[in-house]
């Protein structure tokens, strides 16, 4: 009874490790097809969906460009000599623009999309405190103070356009 145990156990052993490397490449193999499969979908998404993330990135570009003080001070002309009719005009302006450009952040990075809402806040707080100066007490005079401003430094689309043009860069 023993040699038959024996002679049955020499039999399974084989057997048992054949079936063993067999569930392991079989399950490697599983794995890799879901791997692929992964890939060829997340490949197939980005061919999708780049354009109009890259889309999204060009509608910002153009809102930074729009609501940058030089340009904007230049697109907007003063409806009447009041700073403060004008102040309103140029807020109301940053404002619609931004609005119209709401949905973008959906295809953005959040750290992107946070820093062209900085350069909009920036910029409306740039046009207030220049507002808010006694030396400005016309349209005009505001226009001029904040050009002035602006030639001291960077504007805030500025910068967030340079982040903007490298988050692009790094999609590719």
Known sequence: MDMKF???LLYAVPALITGIIAYYFFNLHTKNEEGRRRFLLHKDMQKNVLPIRLQAYERMALFLERIDPSKLLVRVPPASPDKNNYESLLVKNIENEFDHNLSQ???MSDECWNIVRAAKNATIQIIRKSSLSDKND?????RESILNDLLDRQSPSNAALAFIKKEVSDLW
């Open 138 to 142: 016309s349209a005009d005079k505001l």
């Open 6 to 8: 024996l002679e049955m």
């Open 105 to 107: 952040q959906i295809y």
